[in-house]
């Protein structure tokens, strides 16, 4: 081990995360690795272990050839100090090398607060932040995940950016730049060979021009770069990589069981949801791979807990089919199965007896909207007798906790549609009334209201974000409504929302403000602890930009959005349909009901198989 | 059903592993190898697994003790290759047997506490390194069970200890009382610093070597 190391870990919280050495984590001989790929995770470990995209990615490049990838993941603030204390840049935690010492770096971005983060691990392991300042082929500096479908806040930080799933691109990726480095192309070759790759795009190559009243005017592509980039698909999930050998953490972390995941996309549509537009189309597993990996992995990792992940798992057809195949395996081996997701108008209390196997504590539902009129305007097709129904069925069957999740802020919201939600929630105790079996054990009811981030590639990125103070209103209006004491209210702090939704929409010009709100010190910012609203405010102002110009301002039909060089597949016509439809209160059937158009099938070269 | 015992090492990267998840991490183990753990009765029944004598994290170990009941009958024999196959680097199980000997029969333990000096041990460190640790009286600050500060003689539960000295360090070689109370030999870097500062070492580093019953034989 690092002598460095050994004497700064005694002094550092949970020290176990930055030492490596788990359970099938990938070692390799450095004298066989040609491409030596640090793959980082902006934020905990306990965070980045528990996300299935980075696993995925682990296995794919490690099983190539030639090809190394570590892990590297943020420090704590406590463990940061310490290593800037003695000058220990970062390292990868399987071998303890440098990360600057690496062919590329590759960052997994899921969330727009990690964005400060991805610049403080660049600075930390010694590379120039700004791809303007990176002269050679290494390292190469790429970025991929939800979160940069969008990567116009971060285009003067990030050399390549990969668009969609990372399974096929990744390694065409990987073998062109080995081949760069063997016969010795110059940095802007290369790059401008990358852009040829569907589903990369290299942001440098592009030329963004602006109106004088700050929106995009014009992107113009250079050097043969297309004009589009559409991210890539696995179009067959059963042909695909599943990593059934996978680390298992020394420590715990927040998803400590086998990740199964059942189907990519999501039929639904939710106008608000940009996971539910940008993971198109549905992509079924078949059960039997699903069981299959599901044994396997609980053998080879011991872990004794499934979930049966997806973005709607009781939207995958054969789900009780395959429950009742790995029931025989489940209670051999006392391996439990968990639902992440419930949705109240398909939620099967049979299924979620047999799940629970008595173990009944609480169950979420995600109504979303107080009133079926606002329900109808997100497309959120739950209706209140459907989850009342399922409420009472829950409770019937001995229940006696219930998490409802709401956002505020809406398109279209008024008063009567925030108070409806204490009103529905008065309507779920009285339910509780009527159906509890044993009322001595009291019931628990918790209402969650987040605040809606107007997110890209949703029907709803034309909209602008009410107002911090409209916001905090309309809590204390929920607030004041609900009287009962059963009845437990939390709301989202709204500051961070703010942030969100600036970068969510943001441009090039808010390079210089994440440089900025960096250097002042912000790095993990999607926690509490460190988020600070005052530097990003102080920021702003420094950089001149003016945030409700993002987060607050209604677009026109008309408007360029600056992230139109990229493409998820469904079409911005599509998304103006739904957009308009909301207005008016129409909503969309699922897709397995009926095609609504919106594009994605193009990914698939036809028919979607919902 | 059989009781079994492990002995294992706990070193480099394990050494940050704490009680718990190293604890954790041995309930996964075990299904992979094709043993069933015993579970207790009851509305949550939990898995029958104890370690003895938990090492405090950053420290390394070649003789930890890990105790477990399994519902097939078995005296050990296969288990410990098994289960290496699965274990994080640092952890390596060296035996596998039947658990015979009652825990309390242990009653100290050996281990090498290394000062480490950057810029050298101080002249004289070893005689008087010697002096202060055979004193009848080391008090040291001790945090209770209870979270506050106590101040404790660890003296009497320092058994033996014998030093020399090597390149930029000292080297302890320490027997001390294992259990009701037991005594961390971290706790000898803090007596340095409290009754001689400048001896006080930038780095201290613990490992446990062997684990001895009352009559000073290996406890297994």
């Not at chain 1, 196997?357 to 109808?376: I, Y």
């Not at chain 1, 409802?404 to 802020?409: D, K, V």
């Not at chain 1, 039909?557 to 493409?567: D, G, L, R, T």
Request: net charge negative.
């Amino acid at each position: 081990m690092d002598k460095r190391l050994e004497r700064i870990l005694p002094r550092v919280q949970k020290p176990a995360r930055y030492v490596g050495g788990e359970y099938n984590a990938v070692v390799k001989n450095k004298a066989e690795v040609d491409t030596r790929i640090a793959f980082c995770f902006p934020d905990t470990y306990e965070i980045g272990m528990s996300n299935l995209g980075m696993r995925i990615l682990y296995g794919v490049m490690n099983r190539m050839e030639g090809v190394w990838c570590e892990r590297v993941f943020a420090p704590w603030g406590d463990m940061e100090a310490e290593m800037r204390r003695i000058g220990m840049p970062l390292f990868a935690l399987e071998s303890g090398d440098p990360v600057g010492e690496f062919d590329i770096i590759a960052f997994s971005v899921g969330y727009e607060m990690a964005f400060p983060g991805i610049l403080n691990l660049l600075d930390l392991s010694g590379v120039p932040i700004r791809t303007a300042d990176r002269t050679g082929l290494t390292p190469l500096v790429i970025a991929g995940g939800t979160a940069m479908y969008n990567p116009e806040p971060m285009a003067d930080f990030i050399d390549i950016v990969s668009l969609g799933e990372g399974e096929y691109v990744t390694e065409e990726l990987i073998r062109l730049h080995r081949k760069a480095r063997r016969e010795g192309w110059g940095r802007r070759t290369f790059l401008a060979q990358a852009a040829q790759i569907p589903g990369l795009y290299v942001p440098s190559l592009y030329e963004i021009d602006y109106h004088d009243d700050g929106t995009v005017k014009a992107i113009t592509p250079r050097e043969g770069a297309p004009a589009q980039v559409t991210k890539r698909i696995v179009p067959d999930l059963d042909k695909s990589y599943f990593p059934v050998k996978t680390i298992v953490p020394s420590t715990e972390i927040v998803q400590d069981r086998v990740m199964l995941e059942l189907f990519r996309g999501c039929i639904r549509g939710c106008r608000f949801c940009q996971a539910g537009y940008v993971y198109r189309p549905v992509r079924n597993r078949s059960s039997e791979l699903c069981a299959q990996y599901c044994v396997d992995s609980c053998d080879d990792s011991g872990y004794q807990e499934v979930t049966l992940s997806s973005l709607s798992t009781s939207d995958y057809p054969p789900l009780t089919g395959l429950c009742d195949a790995l029931e025989p395996f489940c209670a051999q081996r006392h391996v439990n199965l968990s639902l992440p997701s419930l949705r109240a108008d398909n939620f099967s209390m049979e299924l979620m007896q047999r799940l629970a196997k008595g173990r009944k504590s609480g169950l979420t539902f995600a109504p979303e909207a107080g009133t079926q009129r606002l329900r109808d305007v997100i497309n959120k097709n739950v209706t209140q007798e459907e989850l009342l129904r399922s409420c009472h069925t829950a409770f019937a069957g001995g229940y006696n906790a219930v998490k409802l999740y709401f956002m505020l802020g809406l398109p279209t919201e008024t008063d009567e549609d925030v108070l409806a939600i204490a009103d529905l929630a008065a309507r779920v105790m009285h339910e509780w009334r009527e159906a509890a079996p044993n009322k001595n054990r009291g019931v628990r009811i918790t209402v969650s209201t987040s605040w809606f981030v107007p997110k890209p590639f949703t029907a709803f990125q034309w909209v602008g974000q009410i107002s911090k103070e409209e916001y905090e209103r309309r809590v204390a209006l929920l607030h004041d409504a609900i009287k009962t004491k059963t009845v437990t209210y939390n709301w989202h702090d709204s500051e961070t929302s703010v942030i969100e939704a600036v970068l969510a929409r943001g441009d090039r010009k808010l390079c210089k403000v994440l440089e900025t709100v960096w250097r002042k010190g912000a790095r993990l910012d999607a926690w509490e602890e460190y988020f600070s609203y005052d530097r990003w405010q102080e920021a702003f102002a420094q950089c001149g930009v003016d945030p409700s110009f993002y987060a607050n301002r209604q677009r026109s039909a008309e408007e360029v959005f600056p992230w139109e060089m990229i493409s998820c597949g469904v079409t911005k016509a599509y998304l103006r349909r739904e957009y308009e439809k909301a207005a008016a209160g129409v909503t969309t059937p699922d897709c397995r009901t009926l095609c609504g158009g919106c594009g994605a099938n193009r990914l698939t070269g036809g028919a979607c198989h919902v | 059903m059989s009781k079994l015992r492990l002995l294992f090492t706990k070193e480099a990267q394990a050494s940050y592993i704490s009680h718990l998840d190293l604890l954790r991490t041995f309930q996964r183990v075990f299904p992979r190898s094709g043993l069933e753990i015993r579970h207790s009765q009851g509305y949550h029944p939990h898995p029958i697994l104890s370690i003895v004598l938990p090492l405090p994290v950053g420290q390394s170990s070649c003789c930890e003790l890990l105790d477990f009941e399994v519902t097939q009958e078995t005296d050990g024999q296969g288990i410990a290759q098994r289960l290496n196959e699965g274990l994080p680097a640092g952890v390596r199980v060296l035996e596998c047997y039947p658990a015979l000997r009652p825990v309390r029969e242990l009653a100290a333990l050996q281990a090498e506490v290394t000062f480490e000096y950057d810029s050298g041990a101080p002249v004289g460190a070893l005689p008087e390194l010697t002096a202060l640790l055979g004193q009848e009286e080391l008090l040291v600050e001790k945090r209770t069970k209870h979270k506050e500060l106590a101040t404790v003689n660890i003296a009497p539960m320092l058994h033996d200890c014998r030093a020399e000295e090597g390149e930029g360090e000292v080297r302890l070689f320490v027997t001390v009382q294992a259990q009701n109370p037991g005594l961390n030999p971290q706790l000898l870097s803090q007596a340095v610093e409290r009754y001689a500062p400048r001896l006080s070492p930038d780095f201290t580093r613990v490992r446990r070597c062997e684990l001895l019953d009352g009559a000073g034989r290996p406890f297994r």
